[in-house]
């Protein structure tokens, strides 16, 4: 550039005064000079784009970004023979700090918002609360209650909750909705290109276009004997072990209006009050051992005491009634704790879970801590002998409906590229973990 500056400025000297110069010669400087211009411009356009690709290159974090994709199914004829291996107890994880791409799909939404900002509905009386108590009759607040659903179902009954509640029994708008089930399959809007890995500041689910298991996937739901929970794939960055968040996974069926996290019904019924007997029948009160021996001498003080005890020893001798050793039953029952640990998850899932992904060195390592859920019947072998003959001469089911779990903890060093199995008795993953355009290291 300089060169041309002096070749310009060293032909231009000698024509200091273009207008002495003739015509030809001055048609030629003017010609050098709009070539100068041209050439000026190039260059700054040059370098303009040569600070846009520098600036590109700095908004590279140096992030190693990957491509993990999954699919978690569970076994529909789960192996027994480990059975006797896994708690009752469900062990709480925290979840505060881990990256959930699928919870805010799928949570609680609140609706009121929505339903307050709609028009009312035709016929609908907007006063006060407390004007609507002294104003509105029985007879008009059950015709607006008539005809909300059956004038629109754009519109919002009222502006504030009538005083007289009774009228509107069972009728109360659902201001919030949690989804019964997670897809089985859960996919995004991108890419993972090399300008959205750029430009991403955080983990992000992949189109479903970029999927490779479809056909295995497909082919779990044909044999019968599995189920497919998630099939997912994201693009995260992975760093060295306790740098980066853990992911969060869930699927299946969502059991929170039927149990706590814990697998207790949240339904306070006989089933909750048996549990908690069950855990703490070693340690009751003398007044509920006499309660249960007056209750059992009262039964036996009837007339058909001699029918019962003549059908229990038959029983006996035909093996269909056993007594289960009382004095060694299991103690190991599960009991819900009194505090609840801090990042619990609020809603119970059917799968839930942490990923980790990190590197040490260049080679990748998976530490997967997954959560199966499923409803049992626990057995009621810790109820006492009177209980236990009480039961059986009253065909009393004493069972009780507890949602366990079963806890898949496992730590494996993988290759990018290939297929990695993670099994268990009741379920297993299918993990792959391919390299982007960002994935070495710079």
């Not at 908004?59 to 529909?76: K, T, Y």
């Not at 009386?125 to 909300?148: C, D, H, M, Q, W």
């Not at 697998?263 to 070693?282: D, H, Q, T, V």
């Not at 990748?364 to 810790?382: G, K, M, Y």
Request: glycine share 4%.
């Amino acid at each position: 550039m300089k060169t041309t500056r002096a070749l310009l400025h060293k032909f231009a000297r000698p024509f200091a005064r273009p207008s002495a110069l003739p015509v030809a010669q001055r048609s030629a400087v003017i010609l050098l000079c709009s070539l100068a211009a041209l050439t000026f411009t190039a260059s700054a356009q040059q370098r303009n784009t040569e600070q846009r690709s520098t600036d590109s290159e700095v908004s590279d974090r140096g992030w190693r970004w990957f491509e993990v994709e999954v699919v978690i199914f569970r076994n529909l004829e789960p192996s027994t023979s480990g059975a006797e291996q896994f708690s009752l107890q469900m062990e709480p994880f925290n979840v505060a700090a881990s990256r959930d791409l699928f919870s805010p799909r799928f949570a609680e939404r609140n609706l009121a918002g929505y339903i307050t900002a709609l028009p009312l509905c035709k016929g609908s009386k907007g006063f006060l609360p407390i004007v609507r108590n002294t104003l509105l009759t029985p007879r008009l607040l059950s015709n607006e209650l008539a005809n909300y659903s059956a004038d629109s179902f754009a519109c919002y009954r009222h502006e504030h909750l009538p005083l007289v509640a009774a009228w509107y029994q069972d009728s109360q708008e659902q201001f919030s909705r949690t989804i019964s089930a997670v897809p089985t399959v859960v996919s995004g809007t991108q890419h993972s290109s090399r300008e959205e890995l750029l430009a991403a500041d955080i983990p992000f689910l992949l189109h479903q276009s970029n999927f490779r298991f479809n056909n295995l996937r497909q082919q779990f739901d044909r044999r019968g004997d599995t189920e497919v929970l998630l099939h997912t794939a994201w693009a995260q960055p992975v760093f060295a072990r306790n740098r980066g968040r853990k992911m969060r996974l869930l699927g299946g069926r969502n059991f929170s209006a039927e149990y706590d996290f814990f697998g207790f019904p949240k339904a306070r019924s006989g089933y909750a009050e048996l549990l908690e007997e069950l855990r703490y029948s070693n340690v009751s009160s003398n007044l509920e051992h006499r309660a249960i021996r007056a209750t059992a001498a009262t039964d036996l003080a009837t007339d058909n005491m001699f029918n019962d005890i003549k059908t229990l020893f038959t029983a006996i001798e035909r093996n269909a009634f056993n007594f289960v050793d009382y004095a060694h039953r299991d103690v190991n029952l599960p009991q819900r704790p009194s505090r609840v640990p801090a990042g619990t998850p609020n809603q119970v899932w059917e799968f839930d879970g942490l990923l980790e992904i990190y590197l040490v060195g260049n080679f990748l390592h998976i530490a997967p801590e997954f959560n199966l859920r499923e409803v049992i019947t626990l057995n009621p072998s810790a109820r006492s002998p009177e209980q236990q003959v009480d039961d059986f001469l009253n065909n009393n089911d004493n069972s009780l409906k507890f949602l366990r779990n079963y806890t898949f903890n496992q730590l494996r060093r993988v290759i990018s590229h290939q297929l990695h199995y993670f099994d268990h008795p009741h379920y297993g993953m299918v993990i792959e973990i391919r390299r982007t355009d960002l994935s070495s290291a710079r």
